[in-house]
């Protein structure tokens, strides 16, 4: 894979981006790094793009089964005492966190 | 329809309005685990692996929640299709998966509509499954989000089922706003999907509100106004909303397309984000979980255990009775359909069964009132035998501890009065206020009402008040 090539799929500044909403802090090496790898994958798809799958259905999953459903059955929690002793900090029965910024989107 | 909102000049700008309602599920547990549904509960004791987002815990999806699915959309009379699960990617603590699983471009519904009071016909674009999220509270600087120290975080709703149902750009006014979600309330509740209760945070209206010159076609940029905790709010955010985005225009300036938090207590909507920095969820199927695709003859099945929806039962109850679109909505809002039907079949007088059905029974134990011994009570009024004040009375007693109304008329001395008596009483009164005679028959109608009330106290309020009012005008010829 040429160096065109790769920035043609994808750049610096798109990785970057990717890179700040999957919370990734890279610095120069790795996002050059990243960048190529990330070019690399999407040309992989483009190959697959460049097939001819005229009447293929496309697939959301690679084993061909639908519809696992489980009943609506309560099961028993966690106990939460155990599981907010290994949380970084608690409070009242909470999770502490962090202030945090906004409301979730 | 006006097509008017206050504080925006009708003639100049019409305001777009589309809902995205998000109904909680009626699940015992969440859409993925086997952990409670339930609402509240001590903070953090409806947890399990996948509710915290443990590394090898992996989602199941709850067959009741596709029941319910799906019950909601051929209510809504969606199309039922086969559809996958995605992964919405942000970071909030409130989801500690770092992910929500949601449907994007497969709905388990699509392309279907709801029909409101009025007749109108407001279309739904899809109604998808999807998880619910935590609770956060922010603990210092007053609670408010901007100025907090920490916040504390209680993952008991996270992983509720719930079912997001998009409604199309076609509502106008906050009138018609409401109404559509009071009809998709009704239809929620009436299906068995959801409680329906706004106030508990099992229905969540958000809004999407854009103005246009009146008379074009292409929609303006819109705002997502988040945090409405009520219809009245739903009502007062679209007013605040719409005429903002109208100054804005008006100034010389243009709408920013974003997320608007509604503040109930400034009456006005503020910026929370810029849609342009946030919308980047990164979706994309969810490799842990399979396609839903629904039989069709199991479809059919749900289809054919629905109950009479609330359009349908308008409608059927104004074919009855002719009565006015109002008197059938709220009838039917009240649930009293059923129990006048009965009357009506019954032989009990179409109209005055509605009439008392809209003014007498607001009682939620109304419902539960004899059809056979309601029916004898309107035949009673309608024969005379009774007044309409004194048929009220009744109506009340047989609400409140049933029986025959005949009895309870009797037990009352509720008899018809003869007419030579009210004759009599009316031919006194006359006697005795001599001046307000004068100007009853110097055409004075406001003074009637003293007449018939003089009547009423003389009787204990059993006459007819139509009958006085009848005699009345024939003593003046």
């Known amino acids: 894979m040429d160096d065109a090539a790769a920035g043609s799929r994808i750049d610096a500044e798109q990785v970057a981006k990717v890179a700040a909403l999957a919370r990734l802090r890279l610095d120069d090496g790795e996002l050059e790094r990243f960048t190529h790898q990330l070019a690399d994958i999407l040309d992989h798809a483009a190959d697959i793009e460049a097939l001819d799958l005229e009447g293929v259905e496309p697939m959301a999953h690679p084993v061909r089964i639908v519809n696992v459903l489980r009943a609506d059955e309560p099961g028993a929690p966690l106990d939460r005492d155990e599981v907010l002793s290994q949380a970084p900090a608690a409070e009242d029965g909470q999770f502490r966190v962090p202030p945090v910024l906004g409301e979730a989107p | 329809m006006s097509g008017a909102v206050a504080g925006v000049d009708p003639e100049r700008w019409e305001v777009v309005i589309g809902l995205e309602v998000h109904a909680e599920l009626a699940t015992r547990t969440k859409l993925f685990s086997s952990a409670t549904a339930e609402f509240g509960g001590e903070p953090n004791t409806h947890i399990d692996p996948l509710t915290l987002g443990l590394p090898g815990s992996l989602p199941v999806l709850n067959a009741h929640a596709v029941e319910l699915a799906v019950r909601v959309g051929l209510a809504l009379h969606c199309t039922v299709q086969r559809s996958v699960f995605a992964r919405k990617n942000y970071f909030y603590p409130d989801q500690p998966k770092n992910y929500q699983i949601s449907q994007y471009d497969l709905p388990i ?44 975080v209680d993952l008991n709703r996270a992983g509720v089922p719930l079912l ?38 099992s229905l969540r209206v958000d809004c999407n509100v854009s103005v246009r010159p009146r008379g074009t076609e292409e929609l303006g940029t819109r705002c997502e106004i988040k945090n409405i905790n009520s219809l009245r709010s739903l009502g007062r955010a679209i007013v605040a909303e719409a005429a903002r985005q109208v100054d804005l225009i008006e100034a010389g300036e243009r709408v920013v397309q974003e997320t608007r938090h509604w503040n109930e207590d400034d009456g006005r909507t503020h910026t929370l984000r810029s849609k342009e920095e946030a919308d980047d969820y990164r979706y994309f199927p969810d490799p842990d979980l399979v396609e ?73 134990r109304s419902r539960d009132l004899d059809p056979a011994a309601f029916a004898a009570l309107v035949r009673m009024e309608v024969d005379g035998q009774l007044t309409a004040t004194q048929a009220k009375t009744v109506l009340a007693e047989l609400v409140d501890s049933g029986g025959d109304p005949a009895a309870i008329a009797a037990e009352r001395g509720f008899e018809a009065m003869d007419t030579s008596e009210l004759e009599g009483l009316v031919d006194d009164l006359i006697a005795a206020h001599p001046a307000e005679w004068q100007r009853f028959c110097e055409g004075d109608g406001k003074i009637t009402g003293f007449f018939v009330g003089q009547v009423m106290q003389a009787t204990r309020g059993q006459a007819d008040g139509k009958a006085v009012t009848a005699l009345l005008a024939a003593r003046r010829g």
């Open chain 2, 109 to 152: 519904n699509a392309d279907g509509w709801l029909e409101l009071p009025s007749g109108q016909r407001v279309g739904i674009e899809r109604a998808h499954l999807e998880e619910d999220t935590g609770k956060s509270t922010h603990v210092g600087g007053g609670g408010r989000i901007h100025d907090a120290r920490y916040s504390l």
């Open chain 2, 292 to 364: 839903v695709d629904p039989d069709p003859a199991w479809v059919e099945q749900i289809r054919a255990s629905l109950p009479v929806l609330p359009a349908e039962r308008r409608h059927r109850l104004a074919e009855r009775t002719g009565a006015s679109g109002e008197t059938v909505a709220l009838v039917v809002e009240r649930g009293l359909d059923d129990l006048c039907l009965a009357a009506i079949d019954a032989g009990a007088d179409p109209a005055r069964t509605l009439t008392h059905a809209e003014h007498n029974l607001s009682d939620e």
């Open chain 2, 164 to 201: 997001e149902i998009v409604g199309r750009p076609d509502l106008r006014t906050p009138e018609e706003a409401r109404a559509y979600v009071s009809e998709l309330r009704a239809v929620l509740v009436a299906v068995g999907a959801s409680d329906g209760k706004m106030e508990e945070g």
